[in-house]
């Protein structure tokens, strides 16, 4: 199995940074898709960014230009460097595992973009 632990969110002002980081541990796989997904209170989740083994990437067009999403397969470590934040931007991030028949999300962790 695979556990996620997520951290770097928090309280961040309008156009502010923030750097998610959510480490993978327990059983490695040599192909995984390793992801951003948030849920902003009464919305469905929705995707954010994925990062491939091989570092493809893919964003939502809400990230596009902001956002990075990039991975350290010697640590099973992602991250998502977060610039010019929006109060739009609010809501709880969750880290993603997906390799073929397995699919792991994290606890989530809250981003709240306020001044």
């Known amino acids: 199995q695979v556990q996620l632990v997520e951290s770097g969110g928090g309280l961040v002002q309008p156009g502010g940074s923030l750097r998610l980081s959510c480490a993978a541990s327990?059983?490695?796989?040599?192909?995984?898709?390793m992801g951003w997904y948030r849920q902003a209170p009464g919305d469905q989740r929705e995707l954010v960014a994925t990062?491939?083994?091989?570092?493809?990437?893919n964003y939502a067009d809400s990230a596009k230009g902001r956002f990075t999403i990039s991975r350290d397969n010697a640590k099973n470590t992602v991250y998502l460097q977060m610039n010019s934040l929006k109060p739009e931007d609010t809501a709880v991030y969750y880290c993603?595992?997906?390799?073929?028949?397995?699919?792991?999300w994290g606890q989530g962790t809250q981003v709240t973009v306020s001044s």
């Open positions: 990062i491939t083994t091989n570092d493809r990437t």
């Open positions: 993603n595992f997906w390799t073929p028949g397995l699919d792991i």
């Open positions: 327990g059983r490695s796989f040599s192909a995984n898709v």
